[in-house]
């Protein structure tokens, strides 16, 4: 399948996919923080990502337990769920409760402290998807360290999601081996972080941006 670009329209042809900002962990090591709602850069977080990706999206989604209210009055049209069980079981069950929610058989996820949006991201996860038909992932390498949550899911992934989480496994790697895991490779030489998870990677990244 050759996905094309349409001529004189910005979104990009390829299956209705719909966006799940990963936010449902409990950020221990920023002392709990929600990290959607941070400001990493000039941007919070939430607005970051959406802006960057609602045009290329049917619909844009919020897995998260906690704020709901706060998010929809920053983006009324934004839509929210839950982990389909309790337990901070990470972003695995994040993606595999997405299923029972979304409308599109396709999901571009993203973690909500992911520093750097490629452009064309879904594009090129979408094209790299359609190079082996076995694949029910993509996911997104930025300068040679892969970031398995950013990543493009088909719905026909989630079988082999749930066997995963009821073996408790929970690790996007190993999971991602039993999809036949496609890779988008992206590079940014001005990238210090591709995501945030510490209060010192944090400081580091305004630090380094500023410098930079």
């Known amino acids: 399948m050759k996905i094309k670009m349409k001529k004189g329209i910005n979104k990009s042809v390829y299956p209705d996919t719909d966006l799940v900002i990963l936010a449902g962990g409990q950020a221990r090591r920023m002392n709990g923080i929600n990290k959607l709602l941070q400001k990493f850069d000039d941007q919070i977080q939430l607005i970051k990502i959406h ?20 998010y929809q009055k920053m983006i009324p049209s934004i839509h ?13 069950m994040g993606m595999k409760s997405a299923w029972s929610h979304v409308q599109a058989d396709y999901v ?5 402290d992911v520093t750097y ?12 998807l359609a190079k082996n038909s ?13 970031l398995y949550p950013f990543c493009l899911v088909k719905r026909s992934s989630l079988a082999i999601l749930t066997e995963h989480l009821e073996q408790k496994q929970h690790s996007l790697k190993h999971c991602f081996a039993d999809l036949h ?7 940014n030489h001005a990238l210090f972080f591709h995501s945030i998870n ?5 400081q580091q990244h305004q630090q380094l941006k500023f410098l930079h």
């Open 117 to 128: 949006i490629p452009s064309k991201v879904i594009l090129k996860l979408h094209q790299a």
């Open 108 to 112: 571009l996820f993203v973690p909500c």
């Open 181 to 187: 895991a496609q890779v988008a490779r992206f590079k």
């Open 198 to 202: 510490s209060m010192d990677e944090l």
């Open 134 to 146: 076995l694949a029910e992932v993509a996911y997104v390498e930025i300068n040679g360290e892969a």
């Open 51 to 70: 802006q960057q990706l609602k045009s290329h999206v049917a619909q844009v989604w919020i897995n998260s337990h906690r704020d709901d209210s706060i």
């Open 80 to 92: 929210c769920y839950q982990d389909d069980e309790s337990g901070f079981l990470g972003p695995l």
